[in-house]
């Protein structure tokens, strides 16, 4: 029972983190992508790789996936400095699909379909994290460090230039503000966040495949932005703490056939999102409206 | 008016400036100068290309040909937010707030420059916010969300904005459309105060009230070409304009 706590437990951290990420450009910037699962593949997949062929050095494998992620980022970040709104989803959408492509057949790197196996715990300064509990541990270290950093970005002044490109990208660059840099930057920070998740993941689960990195877990974690609330500190968090319990309070309902348990978690993801934006648009921790009632 | 604190310094220079839109032509050879220190008014009906003028020297549209100088730099082909820095800043028709953020924070942003990871979040002046919160009453208001607040709030903050710009140049699209009373005149006072610090101001206005008091120069421009400027006592006593102002071009 413990050690089935503890997996939900690193999972959800992982899975805040990326939520955190993607609130980032998604709340305060006003980017909505649906590309966040490639950034946190090319982060798994880039651990793994240096873990299983160089080190399983934690520092170093982080450190490479974050970078290589914010490298990638910018292909992100291109369409997102020319194009806004439904014409960025439908972007990312493409990017999405450009990625899974790629960690499905790009064989001699990730593995293809079958993915990347056996990759080793990461160590730190010699020590070996076998320990679920310890990995739990540096898990919500991880998550704490990401809250309190996204918390020091968004509320000094880059989170303020960030908002006013959101909410006025025009009026913003007639007050001086360097918009393409801005976006530039804030989708770099997002996705090496998000490449620091896919260092967790890989390092926990010991086996990526593509099957982890699909629009549907973009669209997952998208869902936890907007249920814990866009453009709030722990709305994601929040967001991703429902969405990763209510699959396991499913089974403990006896009535429900487990066979059709997932079929009933997506119906109430549906109906949750549906009452939200009926109700409460602004998320459980956004408030009960973003926009003035007329 | 406030001809004292005019000067001969030609901060803005226009010359011979032409945009098209596909077949409509919407700035027609225009050329003027807005001098340092001075009140600019363009009047002129619906469609005479007065924003368009707006958007040509902020940089938001590329002008066909002409061009269009600050302090004697040409601004063709530099970027909004490079023209906002050198001081020439503008409001919007439809205000443009950052609507989601508080008044305090519409203002701290403007005064925010430059945006890097390692910024401080008190770097802008708090004297100078609660400078600009006092004068535009806003004070009481400065938690609440642009988009909670009243109308005549909304047209407040935006100026409250370009106050906080620290620009040279304040280009002011229908500041005073919809206003009472009592908020237009503590508008006018305003303006008029931050003219005599030496803010050069150019304002489209259909209010001729606003025209009447503010203005020390009026350019009326009609179907995208001037047709005259002058004092306001000139331009709005010309049958002539007034004819086309009011929408009788027989």
Redesign the interface.
Known sequence: MIAYLQNIAVLFCINAILALTLNFIMGYAGIFSLAHAIFFGVGAYTTAYIALHFSDSLLLCMGGSALLTALLSMALALPALRVRGEYFVAASMGLQVIGVTIFSEWKSVTGGLGGMIGIPRPSLFGYIFNDDLAFLVLCVLILLMVIGLTAL?V????G?????I???E??????????NA?KA?SVA?SAALAGVAGTLYAFYMSFINVESFTLEFSILLMAMVIIGGT?TLFGPVVGAALLMSLPAALTYLPFLPPSELGTIQQIIYGIAMVLLMMFRPGGLIGGRS???SA | MNTSMQTNDILLQIRNLNKNFGGLQAISDVTMDLPAGVITTLVGPNGAGKTTLFNLITGHIVPTSGSVHWLGQPLKGIEPWRIARMGIARTFQDLRLFSQMTVEENIMTVMERNSWLWQSGRTAAEKRVNEILEETQLADKRHERAVDLAYAERKFLSLARIMASQAKLWLLDEPASGLDPRSFERFVALLRNYAARGITICIIEHNLDIVIKLSDRVAFLDQGKLLAQGSSQEILKDPHLAAIYFGDRS
């Open positions: 970005l509320r000094g002044s880059f303020r230039s960030l908002m006013a959101r909410d006025s025009s009026a913003a660059q007639s007050y001086g503000k360097h918009v801005v930057l920070v453009g973003r926009e003035k």
